[in-house]
T-cell receptor
Framework: DTEVTQTPKHLVMGMTNKKSLKCEQH?????MYWYKQKAKKPPELMFV???????INESVPSRFSPECPNSSLLNLHLHALQPEDSALYLC??????????????FGPGTRLTVL | DAKTTQPNSMESNEEEPVHLPCNHS???????IHWYRQLPSQGPEYVIH???SNVNNRMASLAIAEDRKSSTLILHRATLRDAAVYYC?????????????FGTGTRLKVLA
């Protein structure tokens, strides 16, 4: 299984809502990533988890809260978002430390619209 | 952060070769050059990577300049399914963890 799954595919939320994005992989990868992608722009890294610990936070606002409950799961909790947070949110995974090369496997993304 | 620059868009006829250039003049001596592509409505997918020597795989070839300040992704026979945004990527290391720095990408249009 070389697939990263993301749910939901689409999400519409109001600025006062709380919602969560979910990402799952069963490739035994120990590094997982959240990216944000605006239309016609490249993906921008938000967070990196390595061995279930947060290792990179790219100065992301606190209204985005990541969580890695185990090595297969990655969540992104959303609260009090702004309309400018509307974007495609991509999850990725890779082997992690100790490997010569770490190809990242990306999920299809969650299309988020904040009203 | 090391950065890459790519043309915004390119066109190719179907069944013809395509050469997608990338400049990375600030690349460090030990960093790999990575290429991913993003098909419409999908996440990026790995294409190829290399360090110094030219590389080939079933999807593409990667030609790396001798000074490593530029590289070219070569699709030998473009098909309609190759229409995508192609990203040239370098890595940066932060606290022992690697992160990708995506270039702006080249949108490839393949004409039937």
């Amino acid at each position: 299984d070389t697939e990263v799954t993301q749910t939901p595919k689409h999400l519409v939320m109001g600025m006062t809502n709380k919602k969560s994005l979910k990402c799952e992989q069963h490739m035994g990868h120990r590094a997982m990533y959240w990216y944000k992608q605006k239309a016609k722009k490249p993906p921008e890294l938000m967070f990196v988890y390595s061995y279930e610990k947060l290792s990179i936070n790219e100065s992301v606002p606190s209204r985005f809260s990541p969580e890695c409950p185990n090595s297969s799961l990655l969540n992104l909790h959303l609260h009090a978002l702004q309309p400018e947070d509307s974007a495609l949110y991509l999850c990725a995974s890779s082997h992690g430390r100790g490997f010569t090369y770490n190809e990242q496997f990306f999920g299809p993304g969650t299309r988020l619209t904040v009203l | 952060d090391a950065k890459t620059t790519q043309p915004n868009s390119m066109e190719s006829n179907e069944e013809e070769p395509v050469h997608l250039p990338c400049n990375h003049s600030t690349i460090s001596g030990t960093d790999y050059i990575h290429w991913y592509r993003q098909l419409p409505s999908q996440g990026p997918e790995y294409v190829i990577h290399g360090l110094t020597s030219n590389v080939n795989n079933r999807m593409a070839s990667l030609a790396i300049a001798e000074d490593r300040k530029s590289s070219t992704l070569i699709l030998h026979r473009a098909t309609l399914r190759d229409a995508a945004v192609y990203y040239c990527i370098l890595r940066d290391r932060v606290s022992g963890t690697y992160k990708y720095i995506f270039g702006t990408g080249t949108r490839l249009k393949v004409l039937a």
